[in-house]
């Protein structure tokens, strides 16, 4: 039953690795959730694990393909109640080329057009007056990035191979956190933030599950090196809080230390390209 007087988080990608966490720890404060997944008989499992020890946690679940995401996020804007969260955590590192109903890669459609379309379709549900504590949305991010040097926009939707040490994967991270500068003036005067939270190398299925996109060196040390999920989880969350780096937005935070947002996603031109790019993907 959805619960009318909820102040939502949302969260994507929720059932496994720093997702699930994410909503433990959420959940354990008693925050009321909506869990967007692709695989219904997963998401319901975790509601009972969820509510094994708060029975009354109002638990909302979407089902959707996340490489299409368009008919869940107009589902989440119906629900009664507001939203004090998004958490864009669903991501998708694959050395596969596998294309959206749309022709888009998979990688770019979930870990960027998917976490757009989600702050346009549930911006009004997350806007507040100036007086109010202000929302908060986080695209997850990425070390991946760090070796950068530019966005390649033009390749982005639809790249003709993919892979390559992670770099399409990498490329979509960048993309994702050049969105939280370039949104952050506009969703402001809305009352919501933004941020690109990087949670550092973390051990999930993605990173330790034999993903043939992980290089091989990074394969076998994952299950050493890489922190658990829980342990990540919390710097995320902790990152989302409003209240911390002194309420800033479009900022780019990094094991939990704000840092020096990547010269690309720092770029004011490449900011207006990715948008543009955007509008224009899902006006088609």
């Known amino acids: 039953m959805t619960d009318s007087g909820a102040n939502w988080t949302v969260i994507t990608g929720s059932t496994g690795g720093l997702g699930r966490e994410i909503a433990a720890q959420l959940a354990a404060r008693g925050d009321a959730l909506i869990l967007v997944n692709r695989s219904r008989t997963k998401a319901e499992a975790q509601r009972e694990e969820l509510r094994a020890s708060r029975p009354d946690l109002p638990v909302e679940l979407v089902t959707a393909d996340l490489m299409d995401i368009a008919d869940a996020a107009e589902r989440i804007a119906a629900l009664p109640g507001r939203i004090d969260a998004l958490y864009n955590n669903a991501g998708v590192l694959t050395a596969r080329k596998t294309l959206s109903a749309q022709g888009y890669e998979s990688q770019f459609a979930v870990n960027v057009l998917a976490a757009y379309l989600l702050i346009l379709k549930l911006r009004a549900k997350m806007a507040r007056p100036a007086d109010a504590p202000p929302a908060i949305i986080v695209n997850m991010s990425s070390s991946a990035i760090n070796p950068l040097k530019s966005l390649q926009l033009s390749s982005l939707p639809d790249p003709d191979k993919v ?97 020096k947002l990547p010269a690309p996603a720092a770029d004011a031109s490449n900011q207006r390209a990715l948008i543009k790019l955007l509008d224009e993907r899902l006006a088609t």
């Open 163 to 259: 892979g390559g040490l992670m770099t399409t994967y990498a490329q979509t991270k960048l993309a994702a956190t050049a969105l939280a500068p370039a949104l952050a003036d506009d969703l402001k005067a809305d009352g919501i933030l933004i941020r690109a939270v990087d949670p550092g190398a973390t051990r999930t299925p993605m990173t330790t599950g034999g993903n043939p996109a992980m290089p091989k060196i990074l394969a076998w040390l994952a299950p050493v090196i890489f922190a658990a999920p829980d342990k990540q989880a919390a710097k995320v969350v902790r990152s989302a809080d409003p209240a911390a780096f002194d309420g800033a937005t479009g900022i780019y935070v990094a094991n939990l230390k704000r840092r």
